[in-house]
């Protein structure tokens, strides 16, 4: 479909869409890039990242177990603790299969299934190959913009709760250690947490640093873990996605007047070659991210719940904090969306295939023609799906469904409240 030079000016093109994420990856110590010298290196501040973040949770804990019995105090420290889970387990993940990922990427940003497309040489000397091919450009381009729109809300979603919680710590403590003739204050971290015998002593050495190290990285992390990993699902699902709708558009071609009915048998075989990489390429992507996932969905059902509860106690005594969940929301609610609304539009996207070999004229073609089509429409019946474990699929349904969960977790807080 591609010349070498377009190819690789496409390629080009295409990471140039996503560089906010090629960059979010490098900071949290990962290379989803070329193999180089410094993979070690990001490897390395990977784990103190990680490590790092492991040991904030002493800080949490001492905090939990200390208000164990104030639950607006304590549930945005676990509900922070579980966001940075997801985010380290997703990492891991990524530290053990890191060039099982960076071929996926490449593969979508290559186009490679395009490029390899027999279809495209087959019908060269054809008037269909040049509307064909448009076609295909259109498609495959509106899923990059998607795409691109996608990971730069997500972003500054996330990079927004991210320099509130920071800066918010950091203004406190700074305003205090000018007011404080002392300078013994109790210091405010980037996330709520304790470290007893610490935090009483201002903003000296070792005593805020270290922690605030810790949290910082926790804080980080939670952003921007999360951020590398769920938009390298976006790109690689929408990419899927403009391949079923490209390969349903080559299917509904097959008995255009364009192409010539001699021509037409070979046109279709092109068109099932076609479908055996995109089946292989959405088998990959499954098992990629469907085991590894279900800690996303089972974290977040209680996230969900604890966000709403300390919207309702913020509205009612801290508009500030109110606001803060509202972001929160907006950045860590976002991360079901992600994978629940992209993986309807994966699987609407493959329901339209066997519909696309029904609706073409098939009945006017000849025998052989007739029986291929008979055969696609039983094998491509079963459509693609993204799974999230055994437990469920990435679907709008499962979406509505952890809605209503949380929804219920949180008037099971409400009523715990209530009781005291």
């Known amino acids: 479909m591609y ?53 904030s949770y002493y800080g949490h804990w001492q905090l939990i177990v200390h208000y164990i019995q104030d639950i607006p105090r304590i549930s945005e420290s676990i ?22 990922f960076y071929m996926l990427l490449r593969c979508a940003c290559r186009h490679e299934l395009l490029l390899n497309c027999e279809l ?29 729109r996608q990971l730069m809300f997500y972003l500054f979603s996330c990079v927004g709760i991210l320099l509130n919680y920071f800066f918010n710590s950091l203004v406190v403590n700074i305003y205090h250690s000018l007011t404080e003739p002392d300078k013994n204050f109790e210091v405010t971290l980037p996330l709520p947490s304790m470290y ?22 926790n804080l980080y992390i939670c952003g921007m873990g999360a951020v590398s990993f769920d938009v390298l699902f976006i790109v690689l699902c ?18 255009s007047p364009l192409v010539p009915k001699e021509r037409r048998l070979q046109y279709l075989r092109c068109c099932i070659y076609q479908y055996q990489r995109v089946a292989a390429f959405s088998l990959e992507l499954n098992n990629s991210f ?45 991360q079901i969306v992600i994978y629940c609304f992209n993986g309807q539009r994966f699987t609407t996207a493959s329901e339209r295939i066997p519909k ?23 094998r491509t019946n079963l459509s693609f799906s993204l799974d999230v474990s055994w437990f469920t699929k990435m679907s709008l349904p499962t979406l509505m469904a952890m809605i209503r969960a949380s929804g219920q977790y949180y008037v099971l807080l409400q009523n715990i409240m209530q009781k005291k």
């Open 238 to 255: 929408l990419h899927g996605v403009g391949l079923m709708k490209s390969l349903s558009h080559m299917i509904e071609c097959s008995t």
């Open 290 to 334: 469907r085991e590894i996932i279900i800690i996303q969905f089972l974290l977040s059902l209680f996230c969900w719940g604890l966000v709403l509860f300390q919207i309702s106690i913020g509205l009612a005594s801290s508009l500030t904090t109110a606001l803060r969940m509202f972001m929160y929301l907006a950045a860590g609610g976002y």
């Open 79 to 100: 509900s922070t603790v579980f966001q940075s889970l997801m985010s380290v387990m997703k990492m891991v993940y990524f530290l053990m299969a890191p060039r099982k």
């Open 356 to 378: 696309a070999f029904y609706e073409c004229t098939w009945y006017e073609e000849s025998r052989e023609f007739r029986q291929l089509i008979r055969m696609m429409i039983m």
């Open 3 to 55: 010349s070498q030079h377009e190819a690789e000016a496409l390629e080009k093109r295409n990471y140039h869409r996503i560089r906010e994420m090629i960059r979010v990856t490098y900071t949290v110590g990962y290379n989803i890039m070329k193999p180089t010298s410094w993979d070690y290196a990001f490897k390395l501040w990977s784990l103190v990242l990680i490590g790092s973040t492991l040991a």
């Open 120 to 148: 495209f040489q087959a019908v060269d000397d054809l008037p269909i190959a040049k509307p064909l091919r448009q076609h295909v450009d259109g498609i495959m381009n509106q899923s990059w913009i998607s795409t691109r």
């Open 196 to 217: 007893p015998n610490w935090m009483d002593k201002g903003m000296t050495f070792p005593y805020y640093y270290l922690p605030l190290f810790f949290e910082s990285c």
